[in-house]
């Protein structure tokens, strides 16, 4: 798997190697779409499996051919090919797992078989990247005092969104824009999903950024990698960069009032716990996160 692995536990390397939202029926925003059952020791492609015959599903709202995503590789000619593990005219296409096998036009999901090819909702064959901060304070009450949990570990609290699509509670981030640096990628998705940046006006969104650039600068890579998403395939996946943003003394981006924007319906302050229910691997990057700042958990 490789050093992208080493900063989150046993555990979460285990759930990835084997990825079990991955697999999961049906298929994110349909009812009848169902992936061919991949049982955990199947899922790697050195594993026999003769009798493996995924779905293939690329949504209609892909196969539209919008600007975020690619053509259909298995149609194409070689001139119209993308060049794989490179950046390709803006478009990263590396990933963060190392080079991955083109086989029959298509790159090969690193982590093994999901029951489906194609794209699904992904725009892009191969690596989707996103980046995903972890906005964090700690939980203060009335008179100011930081909240201890059960433990005696202080209370962490994180900023999290719900989900347009699907309901689901989420870090307040997003796919990396093609030729995009990633850390200008989580200030951009932070601010219109968690502060509703794309409807506040001009003087708003200057008060806004200062305090998104004054609490960015210092940010601590949490996990670089592939990521368990529901919306993954054999041949499109999702991968991201998951940086923490910590607020210690909740005088930055902890005193902003919160507006659910873009993506999201809703936005909190949520208390981090082992009892989360999050999208994807975000309870994953929360507990790290979690224990990095030896907060309750």
């Known amino acids: 798997m490789g050093g992208s692995m080493s900063k989150i536990t046993s555990v979460t390397k285990l759930a990835m190697e084997i990825h079990i939202k991955a697999r999961s029926s049906p298929y994110q925003r349909t009812t009848d779409v169902k992936r061919f059952p991949v049982p955990d020791e199947k899922v790697p492609w050195n594993v026999d499996f003769p009798e493996y015959k995924p779905v293939d599903y690329t949504a209609p709202s892909v196969q539209k051919g919008p600007v975020w995503a690619d053509i259909d590789v298995r149609t194409a000619d070689a001139s119209q090919q993308p060049i794989w593990n490179k950046l390709d005219n803006g478009v990263n296409r590396v990933s963060h797992m190392g080079p991955y096998k083109i086989v029959d036009k298509c790159p090969r999901n690193p982590i093994g078989r999901t029951g489906m090819i194609g794209r699904g909702l992904l725009g892009r064959w191969g690596p989707n990247h996103a980046a995903d901060p972890i906005v964090t304070r700690w939980k203060r009450n009335i008179s100011g005092e930081v909240v ?96 923490n943003f910590h607020d ?42 979690a224990k990095r700042l030896n907060a309750n958990w």
């Open 148 to 243: 201890n949990g059960e433990g005696g570990r202080p209370i962490l609290q994180a900023i999290v969104v719900q989900r347009r699509d699907n309901g689901e509670w989420a870090l307040p981030g997003g796919m990396v824009d093609p030729g995009e640096v990633v850390t200008m990628a989580v200030r951009r998705e932070f601010g219109e999903e968690a502060l509703n940046m794309l409807d506040a006006t001009p003087e708003q969104v200057k008060e806004i950024k200062k305090h998104i650039n004054s609490l960015f600068e210092h940010g601590v890579e949490i996990y670089r990698g592939y990521v368990d998403d529901p919306r993954n395939t054999d041949n499109a996946w999702m991968e991201t960069i998951a940086m």
């Open 248 to 289: 210690d003394k909740g005088d930055s981006v902890a005193k902003f009032k919160l507006h659910a924007g873009d993506d999201a319906v809703g936005v909190k302050w949520m208390d981090l716990s082992h009892s989360l229910q999050l999208f994807a691997s975000h309870v994953d990057f929360l507990q790290h996160t």
